[in-house]
């Protein structure tokens, strides 16, 4: 009877993470993934963009299994192209938390991703995106962006900077929506109490897995829920100083196959009956398992409570 890997699942952000600054996987990363699946690990994306952001990519990377897409707002199967889950944004709060946060902090540039598999990204004037190869749609007034039902609301400062003006928003905004520091330019706001931990939560539902037996890679403060509710977290040296301090172990950066550093070592180099015991700051399996059983049971409940009072309260979807 085969051995059972040490980590079910194998959860990784793409920006700053996976994938290099041309926004390809290295042969390494690529190698190091197939040796966790010949270890029995599947590998899920947890990506902060919305879906049609990543389908080419996943296309080309052969990728066919689930992936949490949009901050956790969308559980995506990538095999057969069906979008399972999606948790959209009530665009009157969504209007309303602009309104607060442009009240504290003075006007702000704003941007959506649209609900749906080919749900687009429309931006105000004066929005730039800080990711330039990502297609975009321009609007001439911003009411344009509550055209029809999004995922998540994109915000810029022409000032702050992204910590601060996450603070400002964080501040202001309440449970209107939860805010996340996602990337440099990329503040956003999505569904209260839905973010990219909640994402692999349901996807390690649907697949049969204990969310505490993931080892998660990430490199920005919109992270951290996914470590949280992992095994065992790994940082890239690239990242945010929040996920540096809430990570287990700081591997290389994205451009130095960080990942892949990480999976030839717990997977192809040390012996298996030793692989949990590996990482040299790895936390006792149960005290792991706990962490995580109880951060998700308060985390789900407080999201379907609290997008179920957001539904109540709107009159859009």
């Known amino acids: ?120 990204t429309l931006i105000e004037p004066g929005y730039r995106m800080p990711h330039p190869a990502l297609p975009a749609q321009r609007t001439g007034h911003r009411d344009e962006l509550w055209a029809t039902p999004i995922v998540k609301v994109l915000v810029r400062h022409p000032e702050l900077t992204d910590d601060a003006l996450a603070a400002a928003a964080r501040a202001v905004v309440g449970d209107l929506a939860t805010v996340t520091l996602s990337g440099p330019g990329t503040v956003e706001l999505q569904p209260y109490g839905v973010d990219k931990g909640t994402g692999l939560a349901l996807a390690a539902e649907a697949l049969g897995v204990d969310p505490a037996a993931t080892i998660a ?64 700051r790895r936390q006792p399996a149960e005290a792991a398992r706990t962490r995580s059983q109880n951060y998700m049971h308060t985390h789900i409940v407080q999201a379907r409570t609290a997008i179920a009072r957001n539904r109540s309260r709107g009159t859009q979807p």
Not at 7 to 29: C, E, F, I, K
Not at 36 to 64: C, F, K, M, Q, S
Not at 242 to 247: I, K
């Open 1 to 120: 009877m085969p051995i059972p890997p040490a980590y079910a699942l194998v959860a990784t952000d793409l920006d700053g993470t996976l994938l290099r600054h041309d926004d390809t996987v290295s042969p390494r990363s690529r190698a190091a993934l197939a040796l966790a699946a010949a270890a029995g690990a599947l590998h899920l994306v947890v990506t902060g963009r919305p879906v049609p952001g990543i389908r080419n990519l996943l296309a080309e990377l052969d990728y066919r299994g689930l992936a949490v897409c949009g901050q956790g707002t969308q559980l995506y199967d990538a095999g057969t192209g069906r979008m399972l889950h999606a948790a959209t944004l009530d665009r009157d709060l969504a209007d309303t938390a602009l309104g607060k946060i442009e009240a504290q902090v003075g006007p702000v540039f704003a941007a959506v991703d649209q609900d749906g598999p080919e749900g687009r």
């Open 217 to 280: 890679f990430g490199d920005m403060p919109n992270d951290l829920p996914t470590f949280r509710r992992s095994g065992y977290g790994v940082a890239m040296a690239n990242a945010h100083p929040d996920l540096r301090a809430a990570a287990d172990e700081v591997t290389t950066s994205n451009g130095d196959d960080g990942v892949a550093v990480v999976l030839e070592r717990v997977f192809g180099r040390v012996p298996r009956n030793d692989i949990r015991a590996a990482p040299e």
